[in-house]
């Protein structure tokens, strides 16, 4: 039986009131259904030669890539104003993710809202979305 892990519900998304870290204070945003990042990735570089030993390829490393985040999320108008202000803005926005574990893991980074669509379906609630495409480094804290 697991003693470590933690249910989703409880996370909070929190965006910056600010576009300075130093200043910034962060605001929950409600109604959110879920968050997915589809994680870190790191660029290769094959640099195998004929004089390679060993019978396997080699490799250095390149740039990171911090991922994108996607927001699934009830329709608030404010909320969607925010976000389509960010949209909008030419700098990066500070984001932040508290998980609901004991030790109040939080994922803070910048980023650029890229995509904001709507879904209203006839026989469901409104929902609105958004990527935020990461730039820089996130930082992990508790």
Known sequence: MTTAAVAGIGTLFKRGTEHDSSVTTYASIGEVNSISWDGMSRETYDV???????????FITGLRD???LNIDM?????????MLADFEAS???YYQIQLSDSGATT???QGYVTALPLNI???????CSM???ITGAPTLSS
């Open 74 to 82: 009830n329709f608030q108008r404010d909320t969607y104003v925010d």
């Open 121 to 127: 379906p006839v026989k469901d609630k409104i929902t």
């Open 91 to 93: 700098s990066p926005y």
């Open 107 to 109: 994922l803070t980074f």
């Open 66 to 68: 911090a991922g994108t």
């Open 131 to 133: 990527s935020i495409k």
């Open 48 to 58: 195998t030669t004929l004089d390679s030993t060993g019978g396997y390829a080699e």
